[in-house]
């Protein structure tokens, strides 16, 4: 079967010229010509059938044909919030594949114990548009830039709050902290199985820590704040597989 190649094109409602960077792929290395016909997605969940008008070395405008709906084939919102690694490509080997599985939006977290604390969020968002068009998305996950931790844990989040990390519940607990009766009691307990846990139909957001995970105090501003601690297995993950690992927990249990 001849491979489909489509062209990410935001701004398509309202300009029917392609991107420059799109209109050089299509136009210069695919060879692509007037009346062909191309695929073309907005990354706000529409494909286009829509055929060449003018392909000119500097530009390449298309008629659109027909628009075509794609929903995503996940239920709620998909959001994971990771502090990223002291090497980039870890962190954009990580993005293109949970953009290739399904996810919404990527947040990303500057903790005690972060090994980079500068995020060039542009190059995120460009392995983030190339794994959307190659795994057929109609829909562009968000990313958001870098934020510090005690900020992001206080912003409003209206549906479940998980955070992952590698201390036991006893550690967490301790003398000192003041928690919620209910979440003092899941406290007592073994942390669950993020696909244990996860509601169908709900956002879900889940926290994940640096190659030292979240320092102890993080954890317990993070449970004051509402995030409920959860494992991800017993094997000892990478932050980038973590991450990768609670994205698709999350598709798993809300998948269409």
Sequence with gaps: MKEVHLFYTPDIQQ????????????????????????????GLGNFYRAVIAVASQKKCSVNIIETLPAPKHWTGQIAIAVAPTKHMDRMEWFAEKATEVGVDTFFFLNCNNSERHVLKEERIEKVVVSAMKQSHKATKPQVVPLLDFKHFIRQPFHGQKFIAHCYSQADIKGDTIATPHHIAQELS????????????????????????????????????AGFIPISLGKSRLRTETAALMAVHMMLLAKQK
């Design 15 to 42: 300009c029917k010229e392609m991107p420059a960077e799109e209109s050089h792929h299509a136009i210069k290395v695919l060879r692509r010509k007037e009346g062909d016909e191309v695929l073309l997605c907005d």
């Design 189 to 224: 307990e073994e942390k669950p199985l993020l696909n244990k846990v996860v509601s169908p139909t709900t956002d879900t957001l889940v926290l994940i820590g640096p190659e030292g995970d979240f320092s102890i105090e993080e954890v317990r501003q993070a449970i004051q």
